[in-house]
């Protein structure tokens, strides 16, 4: 059984910081990809951040130099360090790990329940 716990979220003033954390409960034969998601409410999930096997990242062009992820595969943990939070980044984060349960198994989707971010003063 896999499990991936969020927490972290709250409520932030416009210009605060929060910080993320997911740990994934779980045996893998390979973590492809740990990352964050979010989804405002009436919009898509779309991309935050992802990071990989090799620690390359990627994020979306709205947290840029706002946002930074970190993680460590072999600890099944991925964190999301929000640095100047605009009421636009107001949403339910995801933790996302992308991996192979055995090495005959697809590359599959897993996900948290969600921790909820509000940026509001």
């Known amino acids: 059984q896999v499990q991936l716990v969020e927490s972290g979220g709250g409520l932030v003033q416009p210009g605060g910081s929060l910080k993320l954390s997911c740990a994934a409960s779980?045996?893998?034969?390979?973590?492809?990809?740990m990352g964050w998601y979010r989804q405002a409410p009436g919009k898509q999930r779309e991309l935050v951040a992802v990071?990989?096997?090799?620690?390359?990242?990627n994020y979306a062009d709205s947290v840029k130099g706002r946002f930074t992820i970190s993680g460590d595969n072999a600890k099944k943990t991925v964190y999301l360090q929000m640095n100047n939070l605009k009421p636009e980044d107001t949403a339910v984060y995801y933790c996302?790990?992308?991996?192979?349960?055995?090495?005959?198994?697809?590359?599959?989707?897993?996900w948290g329940k969600g921790t909820l971010v509000t940026v509001s003063s």
């Open positions: 779980g045996s893998f034969y390979r973590i492809n990809t």
């Open positions: 990071i990989t096997s090799a620690d390359s990242t």
């Open positions: 996302n790990l992308q991996g192979q349960r055995e090495s005959f198994y697809a590359n599959t989707n897993y």
